[in-house]
């Protein structure tokens, strides 16, 4: 029935952290063991003063429609919190709250791509971006980087790539799936470069600011000249184990927000009535509230990183936020291991579920071919039991 399908859903490509993931449980309900390290969700659970706030949001009867674009209490609190964390002023009328991030950064392309707009994307990416941006007809550039650049890209390449066509730049700090950071410099360095390009956009996707561990982060949309053309998209999902509420925001020119409105009233309306009342109560408490979770985050990156230092062909950058690890594995490419032959990234993470029992995802998901994606938000027992699980079936 592929042939009945609109074009559109043919060409759009699975999301390969959800289909690892649905593989990993297709195994686990076969009775198998299998560790699963695919998916970007936190592994603790909801702070008990957010809960608490959703009881009594409950408790309150609120059960009704939400405004499209949020709660104007929620929608102060947001802007207080750009305020204190990332030095940005912003009114009611330049944010709106979307069910998730991914409605967010959905919304942002539905209102500022045209058919053939170019669309820069520094690789590795996050797996979506692509195909968000290809949904509304754009052209995703991508920019190739490595372990040697810590997976960042420069000034310079940001420069090369720029034509008349380039409509916007779309990136992640802290990245998914590197776990790279972009300091303040350079930030600066691209913002330089844009600033010679002003007809240029920019999507800052900022959803693990807060678990950072360079020490601060910096939001590009503070820089000279970049405020106004800055779209900066952020949520609740990650910093406060909050994946499963599913709400995300974003800051930015209120002509941009307005069309985000719009376009979100003909989708899907206002996001969860309780769920935002939650939302309020985590963004008006300090980022110390969390950090005991940054906190495990770190130990857990400096026990992966450590463990995987033992496995020869395995070529870490040493991440500064998120909690994922992106090693490059073509050492293995071309070689044959337990009667399997791994010709690139993708075979190497079907190669480990099936045979280690560990799920990872493959680099070529977020633009990157030589590479896997594992996920460190597991026990540090789980940890320890996937990185033995793979070096054993490599040797």
């Known amino acids: 029935m592929k042939e009945l399908l609109s074009d559109r859903i043919n060409n759009l490509?699975?999301?390969?952290?959800?289909?690892?993931?649905?593989?990993a449980r297709e195994l686990q309900s076969q009775g198998k063991d299998v560790i699963g390290l695919?998916?970007?969700?936190?592994?603790?659970?909801?702070?008990?003063?957010?809960?608490?706030?959703?009881?009594?949001?409950?408790?309150?009867?609120?059960?009704?429609?939400t405004p499209?674009?949020?709660?104007v209490e929620l929608k102060k609190a947001i802007i207080n919190k750009f305020e204190r964390d990332n030095k940005l002023n912003y009114n009611l009328s330049q944010i709106v709250v979307s069910t998730g991030a991914k409605q967010s950064l959905s919304n942002i392309a539905a209102a500022l791509i045209n058919p053939g707009d170019e669309v820069i994307l520094p690789c590795p990416y996050w797996v979506s971006y692509r195909d968000i941006i290809k949904l509304n007809g754009g052209v995703p550039i991508e920019v190739k980087t490595n372990i040697s650049s810590d997976f960042k890209i420069s000034g310079e390449d940001l420069e090369k790539n720029i034509t008349s066509k380039t409509k916007m730049l779309w990136f992640s700090s802290p990245c998914n799936p590197s776990g790279s950071v972009y300091s303040k410099s350079e930030l600066k360095e691209i913002s330089d470069v844009l600033l010679r390009?002003?007809?240029?956009?920019?999507?800052?996707?900022?959803?693990?600011?807060?678990?950072?561990?360079?020490?601060g982060h910096s939001s590009i949309a503070a820089f000279d000249g970049m405020y106004d053309r800055t779209i900066t998209v952020n949520g609740v999902s990650k910093a406060f184990a909050m994946t499963g509420w599913r709400i995300g925001y974003i800051g930015g020119p209120k002509w941009v927000a307005r069309a985000c409105n719009k376009m979100q009233g003909q989708v899907t309306s206002g996001a969860n009535c309780i769920a935002q009342r939650a939302v309020?109560?985590?963004?008006?408490?300090n980022p110390s509230k969390i950090h005991y979770m940054v906190d495990?985050?770190?130990?857990?990156?400096?026990?992966i990183l450590g463990l995987l230092d033992q496995i020869n062909g395995f070529t870490c950058n040493k991440p500064e936020g998120a909690f994922y690890v992106f090693p490059d594995v073509s050492h293995y490419?071309?070689?044959?291991i337990d009667g399997t032959t791994i010709n690139n990234a993708s075979d190497m993470s079907m190669f480990l579920l099936e045979k280690a029992l560990v799920a990872t995802v493959t680099g070529d998901a977020f633009g990157d071919p030589n590479c896997?994606?594992?996920?460190?938000?597991?026990?540090?027992?789980?940890?320890?039991?996937a990185v033995s699980r793979i070096k054993n079936i490599l040797n």
Do not use: C, W
Not at 13 to 23: D, P, W, Y
Not at 40 to 61: L, M, R, S
Not at 197 to 215: C, K, L, Q
């Open 296 to 303: 495990e985050f770190k130990e857990r990156r400096d026990l």
């Open 38 to 65: 695919s998916l970007g969700e936190p592994d603790f659970n909801t702070p008990d003063f957010v809960k608490e706030a959703a009881i009594k949001a409950i408790q309150d009867n609120y059960n009704s429609y």
């Open 280 to 285: 309020i109560t985590a963004l008006q408490e």
């Open 333 to 336: 490419f071309g070689k044959t």
């Open 13 to 23: 490509a699975v999301s390969q952290t959800l289909a690892m993931a649905a593989k």
């Open 372 to 385: 896997i994606r594992i996920s460190y938000a597991a026990s540090q027992e789980q940890l320890i039991e």
């Open 68 to 71: 499209v674009d949020g709660y």
């Open 197 to 215: 390009h002003p007809e240029i956009y920019v999507v800052s996707d900022e959803i693990y600011e807060h678990i950072n561990f360079s020490g």
